[in-house]
């Protein structure tokens, strides 16, 4: 392999793992979103000259990864695509530009102008979607949140955090035993989790065994993401780095109770009796 080939193979690798955790949180789903950069990988293996790094590197990559995933219709479910459809885009009610702009901007850190440059847009239209999708987050029902955390100055900033969204703070966990009696009690309608607790225990197995017996959403914190978006096994859809800013985790908390109320909706009702 040539010496661009290696850069260009470099540069992929070293920005994958983050476009997964976006691509996750904006589809709601590892397999989805995982999807999606393949098919990405996939345009760029094809035609290298699909990838504009006028704006650096990561924006480039950000920007192909978008028009792939707005290439396909939110609601049509007759397109022909190689790609198969998601359930979560063929919701009626999705606004996708909007939560893009608040996701590029908040979760993955890139300025007002390399989102633009991202979404094909200019700087005002990015500021009027962003407030679009803050406006609409801002709208979603509160919830109990269960907080999995071990390290007490983070689970203090969570809990303000969470509160100051409007939501209630039903606990916090400290260990697997905590989360699990904690929710077998309260049953919460979201879980923010560290995965590696100071015990020993794991914030991913208290979670796996609780999902066991209900269904919530979950949005995992830690420290190391790139080790949770290989793509080699199953993975959070939801992932927030340590340190975190309060807009990161506004934005994927709303995300994930998006999915899950969206998933609700179009659960059939049963027939009256």
Known sequence: MNGVGMSRSQLVAEHLPLLRRYARALTGSQASGDAYVAAMLEAMLGDPAVLDESH??????????????????????????????????????ITPLPRQAFLLLSLEGFSEEEVAFILSTDVAETRRLADAAGREMAAEIATDVLIIEDETFIAMDLESLVKNLGH?????????????????????????????????????????ELL?????????????????????????????????????????ASQALFFQRNSRNRTPKAPAA
């Open 212 to 252: 066991r017996t209900f269904e919530v959403p979950v949005v995992f914190i830690t420290a190391y993401p790139e080790r949770f978006l290989t793509g080699e096994r199953p993975e959070p859809a939801f992932l927030i780095s340590k340190p975190f800013q309060p807009a990161m985790v506004s934005a994927v």
């Open 168 to 208: 209630n703070v039903v606990g916090v966990a400290r260990t697997h035993a905590d989360a699990v009696a904690l929710a077998k009690n309260r049953r919460p309608g979201l879980i923010l989790a560290d995965i590696q607790l100071a015990d020993g225990s794991s914030g991913l197995d208290a979670v796996n």
């Open 56 to 93: 650096g590197p990561r924006a480039g990559l950000f920007r192909l990864f978008t028009q792939i995933w707005n290439s396909v219709s939110v609601n049509d479910d007759s397109e022909v695509t190689t790609l198969p459809m998601p359930p979560e885009r063929r919701l009626s009610n």
